[in-house]
């Protein structure tokens, strides 16, 4: 997991830029996998949607690519079992929140809920490590 968000923050930067996105948004991303942090900022959905496009995670329709996702994950050091789970569970986060209209409350939501399965399976990364790496990389 911390190589896949390191390889998704990559492109952080740029959407924060393009998108003309406020200052508090790295924090946000900063804290996204503490469980008590609230994620309530549309902001941020809209950063993941750039974010996931830059990447090719999701397809024209805007849903999941899962074809380009098992290949991030597996090139970011995800075995194939740990990205056919990630994908089953974005698949699943997207599925619940269908329903939301505005596409970056609904990229919120989904994360919101990818975060709590992967707490739930206990594979949530250390934010200290990953902005360590990040920063490094930058």
């Given at each position: 997991?911390?190589?896949?968000?390191?390889?998704?923050?990559k492109v952080?930067?740029?959407?924060k830029?393009?998108?003309?996105?406020?200052g508090?948004?790295?924090?946000d991303?900063?804290?996204?996998?503490?469980?008590?942090?609230?994620?309530?900022?549309r902001?941020?959905?809209?950063?993941?949607?750039?974010?996931?496009?830059?990447?090719?995670?999701?397809?024209?329709?805007?849903?999941?690519?899962?074809?380009?996702?098992?290949?991030f994950?597996?090139?970011?050091?995800?075995?194939s079992?740990v990205?056919?789970?990630?994908?089953?569970?974005?698949?699943?986060?997207?599925?619940t929140?269908?329903?939301?209209?505005?596409?970056?409350?609904?990229?919120?939501?989904?994360?919101?809920?990818?975060?709590?399965?992967?707490h739930?399976?206990?594979?949530?990364?250390?934010?200290?490590?990953?902005?360590?790496?990040?920063?490094?990389e930058?």
């Open positions: 997991m911390k190589n896949l968000t390191s390889g998704f923050f952080l930067e740029e959407c830029e393009e998108l003309q996105l406020p508090h948004i790295i924090s991303f900063y804290h996204y996998w503490k469980e008590d942090y609230s994620l309530l900022n902001d941020m959905g809209c950063a993941i949607i750039c974010m996931s496009k830059k990447l090719d995670l999701i397809d024209a329709s805007g849903k999941l690519h899962h074809g380009n996702t098992q290949e994950a597996t090139k970011h050091g995800a075995a079992d990205a056919t789970k990630l994908i089953e569970i974005l698949h699943g986060c997207e599925k929140h269908e329903a939301v209209e505005d596409e970056c409350m609904r990229a919120l939501e989904i994360a919101k809920c990818f975060r709590t399965d992967i739930q399976l206990n594979w949530a990364p250390k934010m200290d490590v990953i902005v360590t790496e990040v920063l490094t930058m």
